[in-house]
């Protein structure tokens, strides 16, 4: 794999044949699921493993479930999962603008002013937002 998280990565889904990932200003695409290998390589190019990040998240937050992902600590590249009926997502935290419900759906918007549209629960999407927000204080506190 030759892609690496970068600040400009916004987002990265898996549609169920490709991995597309979301930078600010363009769309990279990958034949298969890619995104445990794109978090694993990047993890390890920062410093550590996906499997090591998950532990200290878990340590560091409490919970076991859907656990937030701080890809590097130095760019703060926090990424979290959501999941719609046919995408798998893993969001850069520290891109959303902003979110809210939308006849049963989420809209999401990112800084860049980029847009989607979720068939996924707000409830869930907001408890994986204060998940991160809770992972950067310890992280910024310790």
């Known amino acids: 794999m030759d892609y690496f998280i970068t600040k400009s990565t916004i987002f ?5 044949e490709s ?3 979301h930078e600010n200003d363009k769309k990279i695409f990958f034949k ?21 990040r998950i532990i200290s998240s878990k340590q560091f937050i409490g919970t076991n479930y859907k656990v937030p992902i701080l890809v590097s600590e130095k760019n703060n590249l926090l990424f979290f999962y959501i999941k719609d009926n046919d995408s798998i997502y893993w ?21 860049n002013n980029e847009r989607i549209i979720l068939n996924a629960s707000y409830t869930v999407f907001h408890n994986q937002i204060l998940r ?8 910024s506190t310790r």
């Open 91 to 111: 969001v850069n935290f520290l891109s959303i603008k902003s979110y809210k419900k939308i006849e049963g759906k989420l809209l999401i918007v990112f800084n």
């Open 19 to 21: 991995t597309i990932v």
């Open 12 to 16: 990265m889904e898996f549609n169920g």
């Open 32 to 52: 298969g699921e890619k995104l445990e290998d794109i978090l694993n390589d990047s993890c390890i190019y920062y410093g550590s493993t996906l499997r090591g």
């Open 132 to 139: 991160c927000s809770r992972l950067m204080v310890v992280y």
